[in-house]
């Protein structure tokens, strides 16, 4: 027991936003450390991630070989609709992201928190927690994503009284209305900004005969993404291939043809909200009156975004502040008050 306490105290808490697109690591006490994207390229038809120069092929380095590798290579997000796709691959790549993190700060595995959307199923759940323990972790405690944001965003939702988040990720939209520590109501979706790039991706070759790649489909949705009729239309140039003559073509894109392509995901986010919102209790919906709605995560940075949903459902609607990192400084935060949260799953600490 007595080196069981000892252990922990040398090593690190962190909290993980395992998202469908990027992963973030915040350690207590220091902020976020670490934000790369969720990507890991392997030898094709195994599980052994590339070495590179520079080290292991995870994250940062991966993410530059998605739709530029040979037939011997795999980029691949092992993440889908904010679950585990692979099994294998995500716990190699929290196990990356962890030593990273980790180094030689600390004689013991580290404490995590790891933030999982509202509404995957209780299998899905205990994969995370697996693939977490496996990469070395000497307890999981998990936490729905519509918790961490909120924690993250700064809103009062120990009061009791009603705040509502938005969290639009890259694979899940979690819509949430909190009291008092807790989720009243919730609305997870999987529909947020892969299916942005997607709609992109379709406008594009149903318009232009043009073929892109998910990631210029995401820089468009960057550069000159928009929900509502900017004051000054932007353009862009998109380069792909040519779907009649197969060869390397570059088309000029508007910011009110994205606006058209975005329309079906963000109709969908929309009723999303809507949904939730017909649910709640009268007094819960007389505090939001007041209190209105906070967006978070990266598809709250698209242009617009508040102001539609603002026009469909009534209320104030505000962008968090850094809404990319709310779900991972809510992990931090979460893990400032374990004991007020209450019991989570853990792993087995008799080997300590």
């Known amino acids: 027991m007595f080196l069981r306490r000892l252990m922990g105290l040398f090593s690190l808490d962190m909290g993980i936003d395992l998202g469908t697109c990027n992963t973030l690591v915040c350690v207590r006490g220091e902020g976020i450390v670490l934000n790369e994207p969720s990507v890991v390229a392997v030898r094709k038809g195994t599980n052994e991630v590339l070495d590179t120069p520079d080290g292991k092929a995870v994250g940062l380095a991966a993410k530059e070989m998605l739709g530029r590798t040979p037939g011997s290579i795999s980029a691949v997000r092992p993440l889908k609709d904010g679950v585990i796709a692979d099994f294998d691959i995500t716990q190699a790549m929290l196990d990356y992201?962890?030593?990273?993190?980790?180094?030689?700060?600390?004689?013991?595995?580290?404490?995590?928190?790891?933030?999982?959307?509202?509404?995957?199923?209780?299998?899905?759940?205990?994969?995370?927690?697996?693939?977490?323990?496996?990469?070395?972790?000497?307890?999981?405690?998990?936490?729905?994503?519509?918790?961490?944001?909120?924690?993250?965003?700064?809103?009062?939702?120990?009061?009791?009284?009603?705040?509502?988040?938005?969290?639009?990720?890259?694979?899940?939209?979690?819509?949430?209305?909190?009291?008092?520590?807790?989720?009243?109501?919730?609305?997870?979706?999987?529909?947020?900004?892969?299916?942005?790039?997607?709609?992109?991706?379709?406008?594009?070759?149903?318009?232009?005969?043009?073929?892109?790649?998910?990631?210029?489909?995401?820089?468009?949705?960057?550069?000159?993404?928009?929900?509502?009729?900017?004051?000054?239309?932007?353009?862009?140039?998109?380069?792909?291939?040519d779907m009649i003559s197969g060869l390397p073509r570059r088309a000029m894109i508007t910011s009110e043809e994205v606006r058209e392509a975005l329309k079906e995901p963000v109709g969908q986010i929309i009723e999303g909200v809507l949904h939730t919102l017909e649910q709640i209790e009268p007094e819960l919906a007389a505090d939001l009156v007041d209190n209105g709605i906070t967006l978070a995560g990266g598809g709250a940075l698209v242009r617009g975004l508040d102001q539609v949903i603002a026009k469909a459902s009534g209320l104030d609607v505000r962008v968090a502040d850094d809404p990319l990192t709310c779900v991972a400084r809510g992990t931090s935060e979460y893990l400032e008050n374990l004991d007020e949260w209450g019991p989570a799953l853990e792993t087995d600490e008799d080997e300590y």
């Open 97 to 241: 992201f962890i030593k990273k993190v980790h180094g030689n700060r600390g004689l013991a595995h580290p404490r995590v928190v790891v933030a999982v959307p509202s509404g995957i199923t209780a299998v899905e759940k205990r994969a995370v927690y697996n693939s977490a323990e496996r990469a070395g972790a000497r307890r999981v405690h998990i936490v729905e994503e519509p918790k961490a944001a909120a924690l993250g965003a700064g809103l009062p939702i120990h009061e009791p009284r009603a705040s509502m988040i938005v969290d639009i990720g890259g694979g899940t939209t979690e819509v949430a209305v909190m009291t008092l520590l807790d989720i009243a109501v919730c609305t997870s979706m999987r529909v947020a900004g892969d299916d942005m790039d997607e709609a992109i991706m379709n406008y594009m070759r149903r318009t232009y005969n043009l073929m892109i790649g998910p990631q210029t489909a995401e820089n468009v949705k960057i550069q000159i993404g928009s929900t509502s009729v900017l004051e000054d239309e932007l353009k862009m140039e998109v380069k792909g291939r």
